[in-house]
């Protein structure tokens, strides 16, 4: 495993003390976790800022036509009046997070054992980040150790060296089941601390390497998405075409286990990204693809009718009058939110 003690592993060591009551309950036992996962969004002025991307499924590029009028906002199922419209790309700088899994022993197509060696393939996409974005890495190992490699920088080449160091060497651990779940979760937990403790904050956009050959417990899963939607994560993966997937049985009987199937993915979907599929040709187009939806959101802000910090499900539509001259646009938007008073992100 690469260890070697670069300034970023001191300060995500730094960052795993601040927050080892939270963790040392995740490196013992399964985290605390709410019966009804809530999605908190703290805002000022009781305003609910929803961020959507409108994707044109025939070219997958945003949508940047659509206007205030041509949205509808739902809570609970109840329309609601949009006070606010943002149409132009956010000034909100990204904190770009590539996570990958340990090179496993004969599992390369299980993990991220496929991106092994062909980093160096990702580089043209990163010139679609903007001066002001950012780039780290973060892993996890079926063995138990998670560590941020790098804490996000504006040097795109140290990223892509030391995402190769860690994929160099491989493990074999005894345990790789819920040893590697655990270790996902504290990398997790250790990325939303980096966030926080940045001011302003950014928005963490999370890539996994990843091909997701995965479960995990649907309660625990459920309570990490909750509290990345609290920073307003957006996640996707990377999954590369050579590695399969998890067969129907397979998925099904982590169902019947309370298990949730190809964790990923999950996360990626209820935050309002998606997974790609991808093959070494296609690697940098994978990632350009995800820049350039991040780079143009629209973002739609309403007034709940109380602050009762309850769980509201949220939904965005297209109006009907408008749905005919964008036939092929998907909205993407996180699924739920908290109405809550705080401080403004």
């Given amino acids: 495993m690469y260890m070697a003690m670069k300034p970023a592993v001191i300060l995500s060591l730094l960052l795993s003390l601040r927050s080892l009551c939270a963790l040392s309950a995740v490196a013992q036992e399964a985290p605390p976790v709410p019966q009804s996962p809530e999605v908190t969004i703290r805002v000022s002025s009781d305003l609910v800022l929803v961020p959507v991307i409108a994707l044109n499924a025939k070219n997958g590029l945003p949508d940047k036509t659509l206007k205030r009028d041509d949205f ?29 899994q340990c090179s496993m022993k004969n599992s390369d197509a299980q993990g991220s054992g496929l991106f092994r060696g062909r980093m160096s393939l990702f580089k043209p996409a990163l010139k679609y980040l903007d001066k002001q974005d950012t780039v780290g890495v973060a892993h996890w190992c079926d063995n138990g150790d998670s560590q941020l490699d790098v804490l996000p920088t504006t040097n ?56 997701d050959h995965s479960g995990m417990p649907r309660s625990e899963v459920d309570h990490f998405i909750d509290e990345l939607l609290e920073t307003s994560a957006i996640t996707y993966g990377l999954k590369d075409r ?50 350039q939806q991040l780079h143009f959101r629209y973002e739609l802000g309403f007034k709940p009718e109380a602050l009762d910090g309850k769980r509201h499900k949220l939904g965005v539509k297209l109006a009907n009058g408008v749905k005919n001259q964008h036939k092929g646009v998907r909205l993407s938007h996180r699924s739920a939110y908290v109405p809550v008073a705080g401080n403004p992100r």
Avoid at 84 to 95: G, I, K, N, Q
Avoid at 182 to 203: C, D, G, V, W
Avoid at 251 to 277: C, H, N, P, S
């Fill in 72 to 100: 509808q906002v739902f809570d609970d199922g109840h329309p609601v009046s949009i006070q606010t419209f943002d149409s132009s790309a956010s000034t909100r700088p990204l904190a770009l997070w590539f996570v990958v």
């Fill in 156 to 211: 795109v080449e140290e990223p892509t060296t030391s995402l190769e160091q860690v994929l160099g060497p491989t493990v074999n651990p005894e345990d790789n089941d819920r040893t590697g779940e655990l270790a996902l979760q504290r990398t997790l937990q250790l990325m939303i601390e980096a966030t926080h403790l940045s001011h302003p904050e950014p928005l963490p956009v999370v890539v996994f390497l990843y091909a």
């Fill in 242 to 291: 050579r590695s399969g997937g998890i067969s129907p049985f397979e998925r099904w009987a982590m169902g019947r286990l309370g298990e949730q199937a190809e964790v990923a993915d999950y996360i990626a979907t209820q935050t309002g990204g998606q997974y790609f599929k991808v093959t070494p040709e296609t690697y940098a187009k994978g990632l350009e693809e995800i820049l």
